[in-house]
Every structure is written in structure tokens, then in C-alpha cells.
């Protein structure tokens, strides 16, 4: 992912602070498809996600008076979209161990290999999709921050709400742990022969 | 720290190369125009509530009036008491 230029972004944020909505689009269209996809993998679910993104945006614009003139939007949108996951993963949570004779009235969730995974372009995206799904969701969190949003680890550290030294050991084990389920599978192998060349 | 300091490169590679998923055309409008309505009510409001003529008279005139009012009105009550008492 291309990140935002500085300049660029203050001025964004600047006219989006005066509540020029032509900047929020641009801003819309940049990161939407990227806030999304996070949201989806975290989630797992496209109902959920949709949600998730819809309060993600809401939230940017009630708030979007009070940014700071320095404010990150990568790092700001993700931190919301984060939270908002968070807190929707523990509310669900409590549904689950309160109620659980509701939640067998509502549909499962979809099981893999969904729609999603099928939709997958390659055989190495599924199986790196299926790994990331198989990891803990902090875990699938730094790496997807970190290595698909191209965040710096200082934006994902707080993103996350921890510290440099913490995110780096986190987004080691989560490394260890996609590798570990990435391993001695062909396609894999073939896309190692090839980084390698 | 960076990003290609192990021996799994590849697997971040392999993140870093994922498709992108977005919402529906119809979602993604949905979404705008109602985001385009609170960003234009958010700042109607902080415009209104900038205003020079509203905020002075909401933060100052205003409290002034009532305040004097009050004041007024506590002295004639204690005025006409003390007649009533005969001060």
C-alpha cells in the first residue's frame, strides 16, 4: 500500500476539518477498500465488517472538526476500525456465554471455505488467507497492520495501544505462527523459489 | 525493527501481495451520502456556534441581562420588606 504523502494528508485533513466533503471523499476512496479488507479479516464475517466500516466512517466525520492538523489517517481510521472489532468481539463475547440458546436460533457462521476464501485470486493467497484466519486476532492484527497496510510498526504499536518493544515481539510470534502454518505446502514452497531468485 | 529482517519474508511478502476487498457500489454511495450529511450538519453547527453575534450574546449578554434581572429584583423584595418592617 502507498502511503499517503505528509503534505498531502495535512491538507486533507485541514479541509476535512472545515467539513469540505470533497476531501472526505478522497479520503473515502483511498482508504475504504483498505479499512474494509482489515475489518473483513479480522471479523471474518461480511455482515460484520460492513457494520464495523459504516461506524468506522461515522465516527471520522462526527469527530472530523476535532482532528488534530497532524492527525495520521491511516493510523486514526485503523485505530477506530480496530476498537470498534474489539469491542463488538467482546460484546459478542458476553452474548455467547449468557445466551447461547438465542445465538443457536441465529445462522452459523459461514465455515471455511466461504465465499470469500474461494474468491481468493491464487492458491497461495487462499492458503496464506486460511493461515491468517487459523491465527489469534492479535496476532492476524499486527500482520495485517503491519505487512499488508504498510503501516510503520510506531503507527501500528499505536493502533494497537502498545508499545514499540511489545508490537515487535507480537508481530515476531505472529510471524512464527503464520509460518508454522504456511509450511511444507506446495504453493508456498513455489512462491519461496521464487522471492528467492 | 523492519519489515525483512527474518528468515519469513516471504510470508509478509505473501500479506503484502493480498487482494483488497471493498463493499457493494450500492453500499459504498449509501455510505458517502450519509457521511456527507453529518459532515455538513457537524459543520453547520460549529459555524453557528463560531458566530460572533450568537456567541455573544449566548456567553455574555445574555447571563449579563438575566443577572441584573435577578439582582433587581432581590433588592426590591428586600427594599420593601425593610418598609414593611419599618427601616
Given at each position: 500500500?502507498?502511503?499517503?504523502?505528509?503534505?498531502?494528508?495535512?491538507?486533507?485533513?485541514?479541509?476535512?476539518?472545515?467539513?469540505?466533503?470533497?476531501?472526505?471523499?478522497?479520503?473515502?476512496?483511498?482508504?475504504?477498500?483498505?479499512?474494509?479488507?482489515?475489518?473483513?479479516?479480522?471479523?471474518?464475517?461480511?455482515?460484520?465488517?460492513?457494520?464495523?466500516?459504516?461506524?468506522?466512517?461515522?465516527?471520522?466525520?462526527?469527530?472530523?472538526?476535532?482532528?488534530?492538523?497532524?492527525?495520521?489517517?491511516?493510523?486514526?481510521?485503523?485505530?477506530?476500525?480496530?476498537?470498534?472489532?474489539?469491542?463488538?468481539?467482546?460484546?459478542?463475547?458476553?452474548?455467547?456465554?449468557?445466551?447461547?440458546?438465542?445465538?443457536?436460533?441465529?445462522?452459523?457462521?459461514?465455515?471455511?471455505?466461504?465465499?470469500?476464501?474461494?474468491?481468493?485470486?491464487?492458491?497461495?493467497?487462499?492458503?496464506?488467507?486460511?493461515?491468517?484466519?487459523?491465527?489469534?486476532?492479535?496476532?492476524?492484527?499486527?500482520?495485517?497492520?503491519?505487512?499488508?497496510?504498510?503501516?510503520?510498526?510506531?503507527?501500528?504499536?499505536?493502533?494497537?495501544?502498545?508499545?514499540?518493544?511489545?508490537?515487535?515481539?507480537?508481530?515476531?510470534?505472529?510471524?512464527?505462527?503464520?509460518?508454522?502454518?504456511?509450511?511444507?505446502?506446495?504453493?508456498?514452497?513455489?512462491?519461496?523459489?521464487?522471492?528467492?531468485? | 525493527?523492519?519489515?525483512?529482517?527474518?528468515?519469513?519474508?516471504?510470508?509478509?511478502?505473501?500479506?503484502?501481495?493480498?487482494?483488497?476487498?471493498?463493499?457493494?457500489?450500492?453500499?459504498?454511495?449509501?455510505?458517502?451520502?450519509?457521511?456527507?450529511?453529518?459532515?455538513?450538519?457537524?459543520?453547520?453547527?460549529?459555524?453557528?456556534?463560531?458566530?460572533?453575534?450568537?456567541?455573544?450574546?449566548?456567553?455574555?449578554?445574555?447571563?449579563?441581562?438575566?443577572?441584573?434581572?435577578?439582582?433587581?429584583?432581590?433588592?426590591?423584595?428586600?427594599?420593601?420588606?425593610a418598609a414593611v418592617y419599618g427601616f
Open positions: 500500500m502507498t502511503p499517503m504523502d505528509r503534505d498531502d494528508e495535512r491538507r486533507l485533513v485541514a479541509r476535512l476539518r472545515s467539513g469540505d466533503t470533497d476531501a472526505f471523499d478522497d479520503i473515502y476512496d483511498a482508504y475504504r477498500p483498505r479499512v474494509f479488507a482489515f475489518l473483513l479479516r479480522m471479523s471474518r464475517s461480511r455482515t460484520v465488517a460492513e457494520d464495523l466500516l459504516d461506524e468506522t466512517w461515522l465516527r471520522l466525520v462526527q469527530h472530523a472538526h476535532t482532528l488534530r492538523p497532524d492527525t495520521r489517517l491511516a493510523a486514526w481510521l485503523f485505530t477506530v476500525a480496530r476498537n470498534l472489532y474489539w469491542s463488538y468481539r467482546r460484546s459478542s463475547l458476553v452474548e455467547e456465554a449468557s445466551v447461547p440458546e438465542l445465538l443457536a436460533l441465529w445462522p452459523s457462521p459461514v465455515p471455511w471455505p466461504s465465499p470469500f476464501d474461494l474468491a481468493a485470486a491464487s492458491e497461495l493467497q487462499r492458503r496464506v488467507e486460511r493461515a491468517l484466519s487459523a491465527l489469534s486476532p492479535q496476532q492476524r492484527e499486527v500482520l495485517l497492520l503491519v505487512g499488508h497496510e504498510g503501516l510503520t510498526p510506531t503507527d501500528a504499536a499505536a493502533v494497537c495501544g502498545i508499545g514499540a518493544e511489545a508490537l515487535r515481539q507480537r508481530l515476531s510470534r505472529a510471524r512464527a505462527a503464520l509460518a508454522e502454518q504456511l509450511d511444507d505446502t506446495p504453493a508456498v514452497a513455489t512462491f519461496k523459489k521464487g522471492y528467492a531468485t | 525493527m523492519t519489515l525483512h529482517d527474518g528468515e519469513n519474508d516471504h510470508h509478509i511478502a505473501a500479506i503484502a501481495a493480498l487482494k483488497t476487498y471493498d463493499v457493494s457500489q450500492r453500499h459504498a454511495a449509501r455510505l458517502r451520502t450519509e457521511c456527507h450529511a453529518v459532515l455538513q450538519t457537524q459543520s453547520r453547527r460549529t459555524v453557528g456556534a463560531g458566530s460572533g453575534n450568537g456567541t455573544l450574546f449566548r456567553r455574555i449578554i445574555g447571563p449579563a441581562l438575566a443577572g441584573a434581572w435577578c439582582l433587581a429584583y432581590l433588592v426590591e423584595i428586600i427594599r420593601r420588606a
